[in-house]
């Protein structure tokens, strides 16, 4: 079952909105523009989380907050305020983001607070890892994953951004110290690619470093590096 949020933000809300990147990852988001609105269809959507977006209102988010914490005390809530903003005492939140970030930092900001084993649950950016049921969801695709397959995509998505050599990627996968032959671990990364990637022959997350190893990229990235990095 999706997750649900509310997610209130001022109609007039500076800036691009998080919301239709986070409604392709399997959440359910009801947007409305003042806390009263929220705590009007809270008994209806039963949230699992709520986002205060009181950087595109005028206020410190604090009011709203403690009155969404006194409807549920155990409700998770995420206050997003301006750079420039000071932070409330008791504002009965569990996160605060102050602007800019980046959707990945909201991701990791998100994920955790809502139901779920989160020791079982990884993400990195669109990917979404059930390593307990080994399935994978990636912008609108879902596909089941061997064991391997889910402790190979599991590492990578712990080390998103950096490249990882072949060996050091088959030992860590596969609990050897023997890299005689990493073959294998080749065909595994192709079957990563038909799970993950809209495209195998274009990989826009997957990334092959020609003579060194792997890198997994979650933002919009170029496509395969032509040749390995210049050592310093």
């Keep these: 079952m999706k997750a649900k949020l509310i997610w209130i933000e001022g109609k007039r809300a500076d800036g691009p909105s998080f919301v239709p990147a986070l409604r392709k990852k399997d959440l359910t988001i009801e947007v409305v523009s003042t806390g009263s609105a929220a705590l009007a269809r809270f008994d209806e959507i039963a949230p699992d989380l709520v986002v205060v977006n ?6 410190s988010g ?18 997003i305020l301006r750079a420039e903003q000071n932070v409330a005492e008791d504002v009965c939140a569990n996160a605060v983001l102050k ?28 990917i979404h890892l059930d390593m307990e049921k080994r399935r994978v969801h990636c912008q609108g695709r879902e596909a089941q994953l061997t064991p391997r397959l889910a402790l190979l995509l599991k590492y ?9 050599e ?67």
């Design 54 to 59: 009181a950087s595109s209102m005028r206020t």
């Design 62 to 79: 604090k009011r709203i907050c403690c009155d969404l914490r006194a409807r549920q005390s155990n409700l998770p809530i995420v206050l």
């Design 99 to 126: 602007l800019p970030f980046t959707s990945r930092k909201l991701d990791n900001t998100i994920f955790p607070l809502l139901p779920g084993d989160s020791k079982m649950i990884f993400h990195a950016g669109p």
């Design 156 to 164: 990578l998505m712990q080390h998103t951004g950096e490249v990882i």
């Design 166 to 232: 072949r060996k050091k990627l088959f030992c860590e996968t596969w609990q050897t110290e023997y890299t005689g032959d990493t073959r294998t671990l080749d065909v595994h990364i192709s079957w990563l690619r038909e799970a993950i990637e809209e495209n195998v022959r274009a990989p826009q997350f997957l990334k092959t470093i020609r003579g060194v190893g792997y890198r997994l990229d979650t933002e919009e990235a170029a496509p395969d590096d032509p040749q390995p990095p210049p050592h310093p």
